[in-house]
Structure formats: C-alpha cells, structure tokens
C-alpha cells in the first residue's frame, strides 16, 4: 500500500467486523480470503462504514454463511455508505455556515444605526471583518470553528481574579454588532462552550438563540472565561466596553482590552454554581 493512504482500519478488524455481522468465526474468514487484494482497499474505511456495508448486503440477502467470501460486492456496498456519509458530512456543513450567515446579514442590516458608541468606520470595519471570518471560517462540530483565544499578558495585575482578553475598537465593536441588547451585549454559553446572542433574559429556548461561534475573538475567548468561572456548566455574561460581568454573581470575570476597573473581580468558581449545586433537585439550565 502506498504510503501516502491513510490506513484507519486493519485486516484483523475488517476481518472481525465481517466476522461479527455473520456470527462467524473470524479465524474461518480469514481463511477464506488470504491476501485477498480487496482486503487493502476494505482497510481504507472506517468501521463504521464497513459494518453499513456489510449490514446492506444482509438487507439485501446477496450472501449467505458458506457462499464464497464477496469481498468486491462488501466493498461496493460500504464505498457507497461512506459517499453518504461524506455527503451528510457536507449537508452539515451548510447548514452550519448558512445558520452563522444568516446571524451577520440579520445583524448588519441596520448596525450603523444601532450600535452607539463607535465612530461610524469601527464599526464598517467590524462589519467587513464578519464577512471576511464568514467567507473564511471551517466548519467543525456543526459550528464555525472557535477562533484562538485571545488574552492580554498584565504582571501587574495578575493578583485579580479576572483575566483581561486582548481587543481592538473594532472587536469590541463586533461583541456590539452581533448582541441582541444593548448597552450591555448579553452573550451565553452552552456546557460545550457554543456562545450564542439572545433577547430576553432568563432562559433561553433552541430557537431564540443566534450561535455566534468563530465570529468574534472576544465573545470565543469569553466562552472559556466561564468555563472557567462556572466551572463547566455554561452562563449567561454582559459584556461591557470595559468588562465582562457573570449574570448570576454580578461579578466582574474579565476585563476587555486595556482597561482594569474598580470593580470586584470573582475569583474562583462562581457562588451561584456552588449554591445551586448545594441544593438537591435544582437544575441548572442553560
Ligand atoms: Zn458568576
């Protein structure tokens, strides 16, 4: 095999799999097909698409224990499983990256008029920075990939419990553009850390949210701010120009770009968690 083919399954497993599917033995398959060439190219699939394959030759009763081994019609069958596989792969994808293009068009339409504070170029250049990151993002987990942290190194400060997340006007400008609230930008995020703009406080439902992942360093720094502070239970934040502030404690968990407050910073896991953990029977939502 050449060594530029990524080999994800060995002969032993396509053996076994074909083994298990047919309640054989798998030493009985392996001597029905020594070194059989379809072997190599079966070793190219996943599992996965190897027990499909195998399940729709069962389907279609193309084989029965003690026919001979049908290696090319195993593989035509689990060849086609894995095209549809990288078909659905790719329908998520779409999905994913109409769900963040819909989010910035609806949120664009009239952020010159809606997003106070900024001189009008901060905020164009936030709105061209959103279709550069639309046109250029990845698609991972059905989500646009989470671009890289981004923390601001402060000695200085490194007594306060708040961490300070590196940002430009124009990145503030983007937390601005994409929140439904103003002025203070509400921003949540799930356990697994998809950060998402809602209107109303409280919680809420799937379809009131816009997921905002890969959009905007602070709101994707922000989300592993309260991993942190909540210790992996997600949270509801305000975003400020100057800081991000915990919904439940009311505490300060991040100051943004230069600035550092007076305000108390939290340190530690948040005391809302810790309080509604102590009490049985009481969910955390999210
Ligand atoms: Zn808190």
Redo the contacts with the bound molecule.
């Keep these: 095999m050449p060594a530029t083919t990524p080999t994800t399954t060995t002969r032993e497993t396509v053996i076994g799999i074909w083994a298990r599917v047919w309640d054989l033995a798998p030493a009985a398959v392996a001597n029905q097909v020594p070194g059989a060439p379809q072997l190599e190219a079966l070793c190219a699939h996943t599992g996965s698409a190897l027990r499909l394959g195998a399940r729709a030759l069962q389907a279609k009763a193309r084989y029965r224990p003690g026919d001979p081994f049908p290696l090319d019609a195993w593989l035509a069958e689990t060849e086609q499983k894995a095209a549809e596989t990288r078909g659905l792969r790719a329908t998520d994808d779409r999905k994913a990256r109409a769900h963040a293009a819909g989010v910035v068009q609806n949120r664009s339409a009239d952020a010159l008029r809606r997003v106070e504070g900024f001189p009008a170029w901060v905020v164009e250049d936030a709105l061209e920075r959103l279709a550069e990151r639309l046109a250029t993002a990845e698609v991972e987990e059905l989500r646009l990939r989470r671009r890289a942290p981004r923390y601001r190194r402060d000695p200085a400060l490194a007594h306060s419990g708040a961490v300070h997340v590196a940002a430009d006007d124009t990145e503030v400008a983007i937390v601005a553009v994409l929140s439904q609230t103003a002025p203070r930008w509400t921003y949540s995020s799930t356990p697994d850390g998809r950060m998402f703009t809602h209107a109303r406080h409280g919680y809420s439902a799937e379809g009131d949210r816009s997921y905002v992942d890969g959009l905007s360093d602070v709101v994707d720094t922000v989300s592993d701010v309260i991993a942190r502070?909540?210790g992996g239970l997600g949270?509801r934040v305000y975003i400020t120009q100057r800081h991000v502030e915990?919904a439940?404690?009311e505490?300060v968990?991040a100051w943004v770009g230069a600035s550092a407050g007076t305000r108390r910073t939290?340190v530690g896991t948040?005391?809302?968690?810790a309080d509604r953990l102590s009490r049985p029977g009481r969910v955390v939502r999210r």
């Design positions: 502070h909540r949270g915990c439940d404690c505490l968990i939290a948040c005391s809302a968690v």
